[in-house]
């Protein structure tokens, strides 16, 4: 195993690992996957590392990650992969080359919004505003996403957005990497924590001007990997103290 792979995996597994400790988790469904470069070093999205079928995410290691090919083929380890994971996170590495990491959750707030005929995440908060223009919804609900022919419905609803909220269902968030896929499905998830307390008051969310949104928007773009790496390497620092074994 290479050094860069070796490191991937463990990004990966870091991410599943406290994805559970914040309770981003249900039971042993839901999924994360990174895209692996093909023999050539380029990134097509026909090889990745997914979590393995029936693996509490409080338990992963970087080894239990299995890869596969875009034609459901286990290159690398022992576990099986879920269907409709392979499904999702196949259409979605094959058509949209942006999304390195895809992080598919039914974490509770995001998802609570996604139940909501109007269920859009209001620029209204700071949190919020790092979302401006990045994403994308999908009113349609399926059932369980069995077939490739569902997976490439959902990834076309995703297009070149970051994150794409999924109706009845939950959410998926994308990044260049797991730092900034993970970072952003934290303070996804803070966003919407706080709209959906705001909404249960009964009174009426604050309104920002188009301007504000704009300039908040732009500022966060260039603060988003600088924090992401940070915020990431605190996570794997306590992580390695605390449970070293997911190195292994």
């Known amino acids: 195993m ?3 792979l070796k490191e991937m995996r463990i990004d990966l597994a870091c991410a599943l690992r406290w994805a559970a400790r914040l309770g981003l988790h249900e039971g042993v469904c839901n999924h994360f996957s990174l895209a692996v470069p093909d023999a050539d070093g380029a990134m097509r999205g026909n090889r990745f590392l997914i979590n ?6 409080s338990e992963i290691t970087a080894s239990s990650l299995v890869m596969v090919d875009a034609d459901g083929n286990v290159i690398e380890g022992d576990n099986e992969v879920e269907d409709t994971a392979f499904t999702i ?11 390195v990491c895809v992080m598919h959750t039914h974490m509770p707030h995001t998802t609570a919004l996604t139940l909501l005929r109007d269920g859009e995440l209001k620029m209204c908060e700071q949190n919020a505003l790092n979302f401006h223009d990045r994403i994308a919804y999908d009113e349609d609900y399926n059932g369980l996403s069995l077939d490739n ?4 419905r959902i990834a076309s609803k995703l297009g070149n957005r970051s994150v794409l909220m999924m109706a009845s269902h939950g959410v998926t968030v994308t990044g260049p990497n797991v730092r900034e896929c993970f970072n952003d499905l934290y303070y996804l998830e803070r966003a919407a924590t706080f709209q959906v307390l705001a909404r249960s008051t009964g009174g009426k969310l604050r309104t920002l001007s188009d301007e504000v949104v704009a300039l908040t928007s732009r500022q966060m773009a ?7 790496e940070r915020h990431f390497s605190a996570l794997r620092r306590i992580l390695e103290r605390e449970e070293p074994e997911f190195l292994n």
Not at 52 to 57: A, E, L, V
Not at 89 to 99: M, T, W, Y
Not at 222 to 228: F, T
């Open 2 to 4: 290479t050094p860069d």
């Open 89 to 99: 996170h196949r259409g979605i590495h094959v058509a949209a080359p942006h999304a």
């Open 149 to 152: 022919a569902e997976g490439d």
């Open 222 to 228: 260039e603060e988003r990997p600088k924090l992401a």
């Open 52 to 57: 393995p079928y029936g693996w509490h995410w």
